[in-house]
């Protein structure tokens, strides 16, 4: 079986993939109303998971007018791990994301890194790790993806 077409950076989503809706306060803050500045602000999150392969998640902001405020799309790829899953594993983590403007700019980051994780443990070590703005033709996926999402959250 070969990884699907969607386990990708900034590849379409596939069909079934809806968003789930969470708010970004925490329940005791709407609760309590000190949500402050971010009350009714939520974000969209879909994940996507190939366990063989890797998994995806792409996770936007928006406000409680509904506006875009900032997004992401995040895929780690499983590079290689021993048969008996005894050694460490190498993971391939590709990302783009940041900020949406008011003015329809984007200011953000894309990376690659690759860490190194040894068995029992939760966090691996960096084996390297590059960063740089993302190219106008990425940006432009992203928000061809979060307009997506948006669309599938209001269905």
Do not use: C
């Not at 899953?85 to 391939?92: I, R, S, V, W």
């Not at 940041?98 to 084996?127: A, V």
């Amino acid at each position: 079986m070969a990884a699907p077409d969607w386990l990708a950076l900034l590849s379409p989503l596939p069909a079934g993939a809806q968003p789930q809706r969470k708010l970004v306060a925490t329940p005791e803050m709407v609760a309590n109303g000190t949500d402050g500045p971010i009350a009714g602000w939520y974000n969209l999150i879909v994940h996507l998971s190939e366990p063989e392969y890797g998994l995806r998640n792409v996770h936007l902001t928006l406000d409680v007018e509904g506006t875009l405020l900032a997004g992401g799309d995040h895929v780690m790829f499983v590079r290689e791990t021993t048969p008996d899953g005894m050694e460490a594993t190498l993971t391939e983590h590709h990302s783009v994301g940041g900020r949406f403007e008011s003015d329809g700019s984007f200011r953000g980051t894309h990376w690659i890194s690759i860490l190194d994780t040894k068995p029992g443990e939760d966090e691996g070590e960096t084996r390297s790790a590059e960063h740089r703005p993302p190219t106008d033709e990425e940006i432009a996926a992203l928000r061809v993806i979060a307009a997506e999402v948006m669309r599938r959250a209001a269905s």
